[in-house]
């Protein structure tokens, strides 16, 4: 068969990425994100099906709108791209398994969350509090049970505005937001709670590791570093591609 399965997973992705910048532009904006039709935000002109076909258009038109010339953003592409590679992740895997689309899914909207996080420094309630409800509702589908997933929604909230009065208590700053306390609700739902934990130390690791000398740069204080849920989105997702092996490797080391 020419059409390999992860051939196949692999365009849908890029298209299914597609839609996803469409999701990251019009969701912050409380705007419809089925109609109207894409179109160039310079010149609002169309983009014509074939001109909108993901990577291939962006690398054909070189970057820029056919009508227009306006640059067209290389995040277009990179979303799509990263898009397809969760794909293959995921079906690397979960397999063709209910919870490969499940996941995926769930990690469409953590890649979505983290564009808007960047762009807003907001994570909309439709996506956290949305993915809380929808998570509950497809649990019997996952590799965690219901009081796993429940437990995960409380530890993940519950530990946050621990750690958010915390930090307000010792520094008088905030360091966080609601909506990473809702996110990582959210992503405690589908990793249960040692998932939760697992995330919030990956994503403080990432965060520090990139934070740090990110606010060094910029030669301003740490409390206008870059949001936290981006890192919270990536160390989930690294967690339920690699959170076991990960923890299994860490105690072999130990012992
Ligand atoms: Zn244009």
Redesign the pocket.
């Known amino acids: 068969m020419i059409l390999s399965v992860p051939l196949a997973v692999a365009v849908i992705g890029l298209f299914i990425g597609s839609f996803l910048n469409v999701c990251i532009h019009r969701i912050p904006r409380e705007e419809s994100i089925v109609f109207p039709s894409s179109r160039?935000p310079?010149?609002r002109?169309k983009i014509r099906p074939w001109d909108n076909i993901p990577v291939l258009s962006y690398l054909f038109l070189r970057g820029r709108?056919r009508?227009?010339k306006?640059k067209i953003s290389p995040r277009y592409p990179l979303v799509e791209t990263l898009s397809a590679l969760i794909a293959l992740a995921m079906l690397y895997r979960f397999g063709l398994t209910a919870a490969f689309f499940i996941y995926y899914a769930w990690a469409c909207v953590l890649l979505v969350i983290t564009f808007i996080d960047i762009d807003y420094q907001i994570i909309p309630d439709s996506l956290s509090i949305g993915g809380i409800v929808v998570g509950l509702a497809l649990v019997w589908w996952l590799p965690v049970s219901y009081p796993e997933a429940l437990i995960g929604l409380g530890v993940g909230a519950g530990l946050l505005i621990v750690v958010i009065y915390g930090y307000y208590f010792l520094t008088g700053k905030q360091g966080m937001g609601g909506g990473d306390v809702k996110l990582l609700g959210m992503i405690g739902v589908f990793t249960g709670w040692e998932g939760v934990l697992f995330t919030i130390f990956m994503g403080s690791l990432l965060g520090s590791l990139v934070g740090i000398p990110w606010a060094l740069l910029q030669k301003k204080n740490m409390q206008a570093a870059i949001p936290f849920g981006p890192f919270l989105a990536l160390g989930a997702f690294i967690n339920v591609l690699f959170g076991d092996m990960l923890i299994d490797w860490y105690f072999t080391v130990l012992s």
């Open positions: 160039c310079k010149c002109e709108c009508h227009c306006e």
